[in-house]
């Protein structure tokens, strides 16, 4: 259960489906949340299967539940208020890779020859779907920001599943957040994690490129 959290958040939540469907359409952002949540769901699955808990870095197990000192039952206002502070925080979290991402896609947009781009990732390449996901590993960006380059990369001629294999790669397996990951986890276990992911997130891709034109 806890892997399939870790799989799903980054790539599917209600406000990105939404600029998903506003970027491109529904059709697309309701495939993408399916699958996204198919993927998960699998992930999760299969790594329960293995049994890894002996993977997990001990005093993952021993922190508290809870802070809070009335075991954990907090008033309304209280919660209200945590709310609030979460909407701060997510805002500043994310505004920077928004702009950095329009930025990023304006570039593309403008300035990168479509030749160069449709060379090296359009539809008719095999390995453009390798090359997105791999791209997309070292980066570190909130979804939202990987949006605007997505969009961008369509314009120029990419697939549509290569530009959303890179979106997802950037969210889900950017090179960061496996570094904190590592942090309560054991390397096989993050092995196998990365593995599971960029398979699916591979797998993902040529069946978007396959089936693009159903969704366009």
Same mark, same amino acid.
């Given at each position: 259960?806890?892997?399939? =959290?870790?799989?799903?958040?980054?790539?599917?939540?209600?406000?990105?489906?939404?600029?998903?469907?506003?970027?491109?359409?529904?059709?697309? /952002?309701?495939?993408?949340?399916?699958?996204?949540?198919?993927?998960?769901?699998?992930?999760?699955?299969?790594?329960?299967?293995?049994?890894?808990?002996?993977?997990?870095?001990?005093?993952?197990?021993?922190?508290?539940?809870?802070?809070?000192?009335?075991?954990?039952?907090?008033?309304?206002?209280?919660?209200?208020?945590?709310?609030?502070?979460?909407?701060?925080?997510?805002?500043?979290?994310?505004?920077?890779?928004?702009?950095?991402?329009?930025?990023?896609?304006? /570039?593309?947009?403008?300035?990168?020859?479509?030749?160069?781009? +449709?060379?090296?990732?359009?539809?008719?390449?095999?390995? +453009?779907?390798?090359?997105?996901?791999?791209?997309?590993?070292?980066?570190?960006?909130?979804? =939202?920001?990987?949006?605007?380059?997505?969009?961008?990369?369509?314009?120029?001629?990419?697939?549509?599943?290569? /530009?959303?294999?890179?979106?997802?790669?950037?969210?889900?397996?950017?090179?960061? +957040?496996?570094?904190?990951?590592?942090?309560?986890?054991?390397?096989?276990?993050?092995?196998? =994690?990365?593995?599971?992911?960029?398979?699916?997130?591979?797998?993902?891709?040529?069946?978007?490129?396959?089936?693009?034109?159903? =969704?366009?």
């Amino acid at each position: 259960m806890t892997f399939s =959290f870790l799989i799903s958040s980054p790539l599917v939540d209600l406000a990105s489906v939404i600029l998903l469907a506003s970027i491109f359409n529904w059709s697309i /952002a309701l495939a993408y949340v399916v699958i996204g949540l198919v993927l998960a769901v699998l992930g999760g699955t299969l790594i329960g299967r293995l049994k890894l808990e002996n993977q997990v870095e001990e005093f993952v197990y021993q922190s508290p539940v809870s802070d809070h000192g009335d075991g954990g039952v907090i008033s309304r206002r209280a919660r209200l208020a945590y709310a609030a502070d979460q909407v701060v925080e997510i805002i500043h979290r994310v505004w920077l890779y928004v702009f950095i991402g329009v930025g990023i896609g304006a /570039a593309i947009h403008n300035w990168i020859p479509e030749a160069f781009i +449709s060379s090296l990732l359009g539809q008719d390449k095999w390995w +453009s779907v390798l090359v997105a996901t791999l791209a997309g590993i070292p980066m570190y960006a909130d979804i =939202f920001g990987t949006l605007p380059i997505a969009e961008a990369l369509v314009q120029k001629g990419v697939g549509l599943g290569t /530009a959303l294999t890179f979106m997802m790669a950037v969210t889900a397996l950017s090179l960061p +957040s496996m570094i904190m990951l590592k942090r309560v986890v054991k390397l096989p276990l993050l092995v196998i =994690f990365v593995g599971i992911v960029t398979v699916g997130i591979i797998l993902i891709g040529y069946i978007f490129n396959a089936t693009a034109p159903l =969704f366009i």
